[in-house]
């Protein structure tokens, strides 16, 4: 695989059932989206949210014409680490068909670079505690779990 295979760009409407589709094709995802037509129109809210803001991006990636894969990434300003800016990383998904090719490592080779021309001084993502073959694939590249993290569902 050549790094060229890929193409990266910011999601468009017309992305957002294929994205769906990505986010309910998991065990968990299948728990908790809805993939149907016509689509829920949270979805088309959030989307909307997603791309009027300028410190968030949601990434599709595209192997040819195909669509692969996909993760958002937010800019996070800060006070702490002396004013530093965070990037963010949520929602990364490798279609089923294209896991273990070494897609996802690419997907975050280019964040990580979206980061830094950013002027990110750190990167964080959350994992569901379940996901132990996304926790080693994070801990492959790097990352360290390094904070307990904690959710209110309201």
């Not at 990266?8 to 149907?36: C, H, I, N, T």
């Not at 965070?86 to 998904?93: F, H, K, L, M, N």
């Amino acid at each position: 695989m050549v790094k060229s295979e890929l193409e990266f760009r910011e999601g468009r409407s017309e992305d957002l059932w294929a994205l769906v589709q990505m986010l309910a094709d998991d065990e968990l995802g299948k728990l908790r989206e809805k993939p149907q037509h016509p689509l829920d129109d949270r979805y088309i809210k959030a989307f909307d949210a997603i791309d009027r803001d300028p410190n968030q991006s949601l990434i599709v990636v595209f192997l040819g014409q195909e669509i692969i894969g996909m993760f958002q990434l937010s800019f996070i300003p800060g006070l702490s680490r002396l004013g530093a800016m965070r990037g963010q990383i949520e929602s990364v998904r490798i279609a089923s068909c294209h896991r273990g090719h070494g897609y996802g490592k690419l997907c975050f080779e280019w964040a990580i670079n979206r980061c830094r021309e950013k002027g990110c001084d750190l990167i964080q993502l959350t994992s569901d505690i379940t996901r132990t073959d996304a926790h080693r694939f994070y801990e492959d590249l790097g990352f360290v779990a390094s904070h307990t993290g904690y959710k209110l569902k309201l």
